[in-house]
Structure formats: structure tokens, C-alpha cells
């Protein structure tokens, strides 16, 4: 093949390298002069060459990190970040704030989309993907990647029309943000500790929202192209989608959905903080009881005299008092302020789904699960308000039981001379409350109990769920059941209550109305109907108290724990696993009737790319054993039309092609002097010499079975339209040679493999490329707009107008 002579393209930079990298096609920003890097794991030859691996003190051969680096095409570094995997291919969104990664981590693959500023992960989605051993070698290798490429969607995000869930949440207030818990016990000498960047919950890892930016993300699509099997589009990387042109109906679907994950962020967060909370106030109650147990023991007292003995606690107390009071206030400001405003809003977007869901449009929604994740919501609304509640009472109840514990403190250490006697100032209702509940058991241990897993992942069962929620008021029940409650006597209210001991049952009634908030009650409101205990269940709570009566021994100790007794329908976290699962299912469902999975037809070998524009797909394809280059056209119509053309690469070998822009493919050809050029193929100029393929024929072999189809076929000449000589890189050869050593040349054993890529961004302004060359340690940039001989020939203009100039000057 005869080359030009020409040299196109502008150089701009090397980068030069410590280590072996790699170069991933679609490294280069779309928006800035930034390029990507990678530095493969610590397990292969590569890395552990390095002299910084040897003493990093992860092992040698052992498989931990891929390092990510952004480089600035000028020559500098700006970040570096390790990545816990194997990249197996990236892509940066069209603004060029995101950068998308897909991760392999063991078994497990994910999406990383990290930030351009700082290489912090804005948010990671879970994928399904699975890959081969060979594949995983192959992408620490970088000889195959997967596809990652962003488009438009075609439509835009539309306002929140008048009367919307998204409006009306919008014109309420905000609901309180959840900090995270903070320590007990701060250090003010302590070096302070940056806070870690907050991620949606665990719990949320797999729902469906959108991408986490300061401002809205364009409804950009995603696609993941994997080497084989079926592709995947995701809606701003994060939501994946079933078709590749979403509706309208899908994307206000996305919007609702990406609102109501934050309010469930909202909803876990403030759980939570809630249960770290209780916690943390009972450290200090469990440390005062089990010391009065541990001293009632040893004189020989059971655990009820010791209770009974209280007042001899002749110690301060404020440590405990200023716990207790906190932990309670921080439940019911939790519970007021965060957790109950997100389950309201939850109702709101709800509401409207079901709206939507009797559309024929929305033909994925289901009326009858959205009807039930409305009183899955409105039920935990209940319970939640039933915990602030009982979080006042608590409040209140313990200060009480404080002030009499100091009352008592007083009057034994009161001198018996003195005329003046401490005042009694203490409720002695809540003080009783307090022994008898909040000092021994909590209601809150009901609410979360003491289990091997926390938080759990239980869910409620389906004879559990709330059947209906009545919305109508039944005005003769309400009124009898205020008189009921004012005349203080027990009502039954259709909920399992904790059954009284004999000496509660022989109290004043109005004493045990006033210890009924601080008894375990799954609701409190009768207008859902919960599945009814067991007669097991109602006979060991009633008989708790009096093993507690009788467990005071010394033997105590030896015996087994107790069985943690837990009633599912008062268990915040199981109402939150069962909203999250509905809510998710109502989304996914509506989503995934919107059309079908698009397909993947990749090649197994050679090299192969491929661009999309509005109405066609162009693809170019190098089989490994020719020297021929197909290109194939396909236009996106029903059915699809294909044509395709085969172009002769004479005696050069192609060794990497990349697709430019609408106009241009890039290929990098060797010939057989070894010479290496970088030059252009103007692809658009050769619509009237494609051949039309029949329908049906490409179908089954995809691109490998292209080269048959065109067999009988005469090639055309390349129609080279720029071209530019590499110059070969003398340290990547000095090195290569002296490591084969006396082996031979490339590729005997000793030697290292040669990395060959190219990386390219066609966008206007920002016409550059780079590539890499050699063992991976010097990557070349080009300024792929301006041609070096053009800018000679203007230099050389006007140097010689310069001279004229100062001709003239001396003649005159």
C-alpha cells in the first residue's frame, strides 16, 4: 500500500509513564483535555513490576485494585483513585462531569459512576453480568472492552404540571435532613475526622432512581454493550430501561421514582439514627441495673427486691439522666421531623401512581399493588406516629423517675435533725411507668429488639399486610370509643396487647391507663386489619414478668439466654423492607412493559467498532486473518435495511480503528516495513458504493459472518483522506529488547506483550487523540483538527513576509 507523504495532525504532548498502562477507547473527555489511565491490578506482571508494588504491603500475586488516573493532556496528573476490581470498560457522560466504570468484583459486577473533580463515586448501580475467566484476562490485559457509550434520549424532563405529587411535595417544607450518629464520647484533642461522603442507603442499592448530581442530569441514556449477550440501557446511567427510545409516560415514571428513593433515604436513615439512639440510652440503664443485680446477688436478693430497693442508690446520676432524656427527645424529633413527612410525601407520589395505573397508557402499572403499597405506607405512618408517641411518654417518664431517685437520695442522706425535709416533686404515675416498663423492658425493645442481624431483613408476611385502609369515619364508633377512653376503662381495640401481671391487674385503672403507652402494641389504630396473634405469643408475655420475678440466683448466670420475642407488625424495619420491596416492584413493573431488551451482536476476534447517529449504525470490522475492512450500514427502519463494503488493506495489518465523528474512521496501519501511520478514511463518502444486503442474512452470523456474505465481492482501494508516520518510541523498544534478552524479539518469553490503542474525541473543539504505543508507558497526543503541514506552510508564509518587510525597509 502506497501511504502520503503528508503529515497530518498536530502533536501536542507525551505523556511519559512510570508503569505499564492501559488505554481504554473511550478515555478522552468529551468536554475537557482530559484522558483516562489505568494501572491494572495488583496481581498481574505488570503491576508487580513496578518498584512502588513490591513495598505496598499487599502481597505479591495478590489481586486487589485497579488504579484509575486522570491526566491532563498537557503532561500532569490530576487525580488518581484504586477501584476494587477489574475495569471492564468506561465511558464519560456527553457534559463530561461523570465518569462510568464497569467494575468486576469476584463474581460481581457493578456501575461506578465517579466524579471528574475528585474520582469520588457518585453513585454505583448492581449489575446481572456475568463473565468468563477469559474475558476477565482479557480486560486486565486490555485487549477486548466492554461498550459504554452515551446518547440523547430526544425528549426533555417536563415541569411538574399544576396539582402533581412532585408540585405539591415542591410547595411543602422540606423534610429534615438525617445526620449521621455521632460518637457518645467526642475528643476535643482529637484530630477532626472528615466526614465520608453519604450514599443512598444499603437498603436502596438496587431501586431504581436517578443519577445523584447538584442539578438535575439530562435524560441522557446509557448504553452497555457487553461482549456478548444482551445489552443494557440505563436512564442517566443509574435506571435501567427496556427500550432504547423511552415514552414520555416513562420518564415522568423515572421522576416520581427518583423522588420517592430519596424520601425512603430519608425513611432508613432516621431508623437509623432512631435505633442508634435508643442504644445508646440504654447503655447507661443496662449499666446501672445489671450493677444493683449484681449487688442484689451477692446479698442474696432476687432481681424484683433489688427493683423495689432503689431508693438505696446513692450515686449521681447525671450521666444517665442526660442520655436517657436525649435518646427519647432524638426518637420523637426523628419521628416528627424526617421519618413521618417522607412516608406522607410516600403517600402523595403513591396516590398519583394509582392515578396513572387506571390509564390506558400505563399498561405496566398494577391498580391492586399500588392500592397495597398505599396502605403498606399509610400502616407504617401508624407506627411511627405510635413511636413518637411513646417516645414523649418515655421522655416524660424518666424524668419523673430521676426526680424521684434524687428525691430519695435526698431524704436518706437528709440530716434527721434539720427542721426542713426535701419536697416530693415527682409524678409518682410516671415513676411507676417507668420502674415497672421503661427501667426493665422498653417498649422500644419491642420496636427493636436485641437480634443477631441488624438491622433486619425480614418483611411482612402477606396474611400480615394491611387488607384495607377504611377512609370513611364512622361517627357513632369514634364517639363511643372517646367515651370508652375517657371513662378509663380497658377497650379492646382489635391489636395484641401485652397481657398485665396480678399485681398490675390489682391497680388503680387509672394508674394502668397511664403505663398503657409504655406496653408493646403493634398499632394503635383499628382501621387496619393485622393478623391476629397466636394464643402462644399472648401467654409468654404475660408470663415475661414473672420469670423476671424469679430470676434473681446467682445460677442466673449459667443459664441459657432467652429467646428474643419479637412481634413483626411493631418492627419499624420490617414495614420499611416491605415498602421498599413494593415500591420498587411498582416502578419496575411500569418501566419494564415500555418495549423490549435491545440485543448484542458483537465479534468474538478482530477488531470491531461502531457509531449511532439519528438514523443509521455504522460498523467497521478487521477479521484477524484478513486484510480487509468491512464496513456495514444499517438504517433503523422496519425492517432494517443493510448494506455493507469491503475495502483492501493491500500489505498493511490493522492493529487498532476507532470511529472519528460523522465523517471520519481512524485506522492505525503497520506496513510491512513495520512502519506505523495514523491516517483517516472519509466512511461517508461511500453511501453509493455500498452493497445491499438481503434481509436476513447478517442476522445469523452477525459481523463475523459479514466476510462470507461479500466473498465474491472486489475490494475497493482505502481511500485514505489524512495520514501522519508515527515515529517509533526508542525507550518503549530499549526496554522491550532488553528484557527479551537473548530470547529473540517480541512476543518470546521474556518479553512483554505490546499495548496498541487509540482513544478519541470527534467532538467540536475538542478534535484530539491519543495513542499508545509500546509496553503502555508513553501515550502521544495529537490535535486531530489542525495538519501539521498546514500550519508549516502558515508559518513559513509568514516568516516570508516578514522577510519581504525587512527588504523593503532596507531599500527604502
Sequence with gaps: MNFPTSTSFTPLANLGLHTPHLLNP???????????????????????????????????????DTRVELWRMGGNRAWEVDVGGVIAGMGWSRDGLVLSLLVLDGDNSKLEHRSVHNGQVVTAVPLTMVFGTDDRAA???????????????????????????????????????????????????????????????????????????????????????????????????????????????????????????????????????????FRDGQKQTMIWREELETCGEQQGMSHPEVHADLFKLLMTITKWEASLDSAYRTIGKLMAESVIPALERIVLLLEELLGRARAPRMVGLDETAVKRAIDIACGFVKLAEQMRQDAMHETLASGEWMEWLKYEIARIGHDASAETMPLATYDLKLVWSYMTNGFVSSVFQTY???????????????????????????????????????????????????ATSPANADADSSLTSAFDKSLPSPLPDESISIRPESPDHDEDVGESDDDASQSGTAGRKDAEPAEVKRVMESEPWVWANTL?????????????????????????????????????????YVPPSLRELFLLCSRQTEPAQHSAIKLNL?????????????????????????????LTVDYSALNESLIPLAPGNLA???????????????????????????????????????????????????????????????????????????????VEVLDMEADEDAVLEDEEGEEDGMDDDEHMDEDE
Excluded at 468529551?30 to 499487599?58: C, Y
Excluded at 432516621?270 to 435505633?275: F, H, N, S, V
Excluded at 385502609?469 to 361517627?475: A, F
Excluded at 411500569?590 to 418495549?595: S, V, Y
Aim: net charge negative.
Design 26 to 64: 473511550a478515555a478522552c473527555n468529551p468536554t475537557m483535555d482530559l484522558v483516562v489511565l489505568l494501572s491494572p491490578p495488583d496481581g498481574s506482571p505488570d503491576r508487580l513490576r513496578a518498584p512502588q508494588a513490591w513495598g505496598s504491603g499487599k502481597g505479591k500475586g495478590k489481586a486487589t
Design 139 to 277: 480486560f486486565i490485559e486490555g485487549r477486548r472492552w466492554c461498550k459504554l457509550e452515551w446518547r440523547e434520549c430526544g425528549l426533555d424532563w417536563e415541569d411538574p404540571q399544576n396539582g402533581s405529587a412532585i408540585m405539591i411535595i415542591d410547595s411543602l417544607p422540606r423534610v429534615t435532613p438525617v445526620e449521621p450518629p455521632q460518637p457518645a464520647v467526642l475528643n476535643p484533642f482529637a484530630k477532626p475526622v472528615a466526614p465520608k461522603p453519604t450514599g443512598p442507603h444499603p437498603n436502596l442499592a438496587t431501586f431504581p432512581t436517578l443519577l445523584s448530581t447538584p442539578t438535575r442530569p439530562p435524560p441522557d441514556i446509557l448504553t452497555l454493550t457487553p461482549l456478548s449477550g444482551a445489552a443494557q440501557t440505563l436512564l442517566t446511567g443509574t435506571l435501567s430501561l427496556h427500550s432504547m427510545a423511552p415514552s414520555r409516560e416513562v420518564l415522568d415514571l423515572a421522576q416520581i421514582s427518583d423522588r420517592m428513593g430519596g424520601l425512603l433515604d430519608a425513611v432508613l436513615r432516621g431508623l437509623e439514627a432512631a435505633e442508634h439512639a
Design 448 to 498: 427493636f429488639p436485641d437480634l443477631p442481624l441488624r438491622p433486619p431483613k425480614d418483611e411482612l408476611p402477606s396474611d400480615a399486610l394491611p387488607a384495607r385502609i377504611s377512609h370513611e369515619v364512622d361517627l357513632t364508633s369514634e364517639l363511643r370509643e372517646s367515651l370508652g377512653r375517657l371513662s378509663r376503662r380497658k377497650t379492646n381495640a382489635g391489636t395484641t396487647a401485652a
Design 580 to 620: 421498599v420491596k413494593a415500591c420498587e416492584g411498582l416502578v419496575r413493573g411500569g418501566i419494564g412493559a415500555d418495549g423490549e431488551e435491545p440485543t448484542c451482536q458483537r465479534v468474538s476476534d478482530g477488531l470491531y467498532d461502531e457509531r449511532h447517529d439519528k438514523t443509521r449504525k455504522w460498523a467497521a
Design 650 to 678: 493491500a500489505d498493511a495489518s490493522c492493529l487498532a480503528l476507532q470511529f472519528f465523528d460523522d465523517v471520519e474512521l481512524v485506522l492505525l496501519l503497520q506496513s510491512a516495513s513495520k512502519e506505523r501511520y495514523l
Design 700 to 778: 445469523a452470523g452477525g459481523m463475523g459472518g459479514l466476510p462470507d456474505l461479500l466473498n465474491g465481492q472486489t475490494p475497493l482501494d482505502l481511500p485514505i483522506s489524512r495520514c501522519r508516520p508515527l515515529t517509533p518510541l526508542p525507550s518503549a523498544e530499549a526496554r522491550s529488547e532488553a528484557e527479551a534478552g537473548p530470547q529473540g524479539p517480541q512476543g518470546a518469553p521474556g518479553a512483554e506483550p505490546e499495548r496498541i490503542a487509540i482513544a478519541l474525541n470527534g467532538r467540536q473543539g475538542r478534535r484530539v487523540g491519543c495513542v499508545m504505543m509500546g509496553q503502555g508507558t508513553d
